[in-house]
């Protein structure tokens, strides 16, 4: 008859149990076999809750499983690496438990748990000597136990070393080991050194281009989290970035693997994974040659980018499209990179060799792209201002490609982008003026579109559109407000580039349409402020942005001279802040950019002749 079930144990209680008789047979034992035996029982219930853990570690502590892992005396008849087997199992289970992951004890048995996972000839130890690992990974004096341990290089090394008979979980388990120790270091400011960042960056893009099950996938997605967390943690240009960028394989691996899943059928969420690790790639290579390192990827990166931002935005309202704005940001990254290497066809392109009918698909797909982009900006009105950072997102990376499509500066492309001048100036407008969001999405989408308003400004048609649409006023405000003290006090290349073109595209008005500095306000803020920065002779920033400063400032003199009823500048400190820059200037002087500076050289020194007239005080510094 059966039992009523109220005499039925639960598991648990079996478990707890089992645990209590092995702990009594481990306590009462006179030989380390006895204890060996006792640790077997355990070793049955090792997944078994935190707290019993608890007592069992409190119980038999490490010292005796670290014996059994250095332990070479294996009993006749028993398999090679049992006491190994039985002991990783029991630290597995302990390192679960977040209070007993953080003992000191158990920390010190990293070494011999690390030197069996990178035994080559214990294969069937891996995935649980990765299970201790991965327990401990998990607190902060874990992690920093095992990166003093050189566990990352450790792991690196097997997981290179791993081939398709090593399970997908094993080599799953160690790339989240390694994403995480890579994480916790360079996130919060430790740095364990570029080459050891690069050998994590090659085992796991290793294992994206030669692996052909769920590892593949958990790869791909892993190297684009560690590249995105290094971008975000360095300068771009700094000295560890580059190091990263030129070391190692990991772009080689990158490339192989992209091109294998790409030219092959995937579902969306592997085609989405594989667009953004591109994406992420060309942004810390700063651009997008790198896809040339596999065989006829970058064509198909490109057409696949383009094909797939069409199909996500195409004759859709912002409210369609934002679900897939992670996917169109990508998709956007690669095809701006890609106008920008294309459009210079230098000899970068001209070194790929590519058949003339490969070429016309590309600047083809590129076109498609960046009209498309276009269109969902147009049709943004009724969305903007928004505080919803998927639609910000959405619009913004659409922004970034317009700029480099608009800079391109082609026929095809000028009529469109004069349309939409109105609609793209309103959206950063918006964007600034919104005090709710980060004021950076203002600032980085002008720095994008920047090259082509100075393309516009150099046109009398583009140029009517941009000051009717207010642009010379945007452009004044960010350049004097947000951008020119940065760019004179600190080294950002970036922002630096960003005032030099903000200089050229507000030139372009001055010289060619002097009736708006006349009528428009904003030029005679500019003209005081510009001039209060060159009278403080102690900035120190390039030469070349300071001349276009100068050239900005005394081309404005000219049409807005200083009235008497105006604060009159101090005229001695602005000359003598004049003074050096224009010697520096002048023909002959041995700068860089020289054909730069001739060309602003020849500006201001015609401006200086003619604003000395109606400001005598400039004579001193002007050419003997």
Known sequence: ???????????????????????????????????????????????????????????????????????????????????????????????????????????????????????????????????????IVESPEGRAALIRRGADRAIAARLMA???????????????????????????????????????????????????DAAKFAACHALASVLDLIRGSFEPNSATVAAITNLGQWQAFAAKGLRDILGSKLGEKERDEALKLAAVTTEFSDGILWAVEADKLLPLLIRTSSVELRMAIEDRAVHQSVVAAPQVAACCILCERAIKLFAEDGPAVQSLSLDPEVLVGIHTSLAEAGAAALALVEASDDVMPSRDSQVR????????????????????????????????????????????????????????????????????????????????????????????????????????????????????????????????????????????????????????????????FLRILIHRPFHQKEMQPAWEDLCAGLAPLLATMRPGSKTDDADDIAALWNLGEQALTVAAIAHPELARVLPK
């Not at 000051?467 to 080294?491: C, D």
């Not at 120190?540 to 400063?549: G, Q, S, T, V």
């Open 162 to 212: 791993m081939t398709e008979a090593s399970s997908d979980k094993t080599a799953m388990t160690s790339i989240a080991v390694l994403v995480r120790l890579v994480d916790d270091t360079v996130g919060s400011g430790v740095r364990i050194g570029s080459d050891r960042v690069v050998s994590v960056l090659d085992a796991i893009a290793a294992t994206f281009a030669q692996r052909e």
């Open 1 to 135: 008859r059966r039992k009523p079930s109220h005499f039925i144990r639960p598991p648990e209680m079996e478990a707890e149990k089992g645990v209590s008789a092995a702990l009594a047979a481990f306590k009462s034992a006179t030989s380390d076999e006895a204890r060996f035996a006792a640790l077997l029982i355990l070793a049955k219930f090792a997944q078994t809750n935190g707290a019993t853990m608890v007592m069992v570690y409190e119980a038999i502590g490490t010292r005796f499983l670290q014996r059994l892992m250095v332990s070479t005396s294996i009993p006749p008849g028993c398999p090679q690496h049992i006491f190994k087997s039985v002991a990783l199992s029991i630290l597995g289970a302990m390192a679960a438990v977040p209070e007993i992951a953080t003992q000191h004890d158990l920390l010190e048995m990293v070494d011999p748990v690390l030197n069996t996972f990178a035994n080559e000839d214990a294969p069937e130890l891996e995935l649980d000597a990765l299970s201790v690992l991965a327990g």
């Open 393 to 552: 997102l959405l619009l913004l990376s659409c922004v970034r490609l317009l700029g480099a499509w608009a800079a391109e500066d082609s026929e095809a492309n000028r009529d469109r982008f004069y349309e939409s001048l109105p609609m793209l100036l309103r959206l950063l407008q918006q964007l600034d003026a919104d005090t709710h969001i980060d004021s950076s999405a203002s600032d980085t989408a002008l720095r994008w579109l920047l090259p082509g308003f100075c393309h516009v400004t150099a046109d009398d048609t583009g140029r009517d559109q941009f000051v009717a649409a207010g642009g010379h006023a945007l452009v004044t405000r960010v350049l004097l407000n947000k951008w020119i003290s940065p760019a004179l006090h600190q080294s950002s290349e970036e922002i630096r580039l960003s005032c030099i073109t903000a200089c050229s595209t507000l030139l372009n008005i001055v010289i060619l349409a002097p009736s708006v500095v006349v009528s428009q306000p904003e030029f005679c803020e500019l003209r005081n402020r510009v001039g209060e920065f060159l009278s403080n002779t102690s900035f120190e920033c390039d030469l070349l942005l300071r001349a276009h400063l100068l050239t900005l």
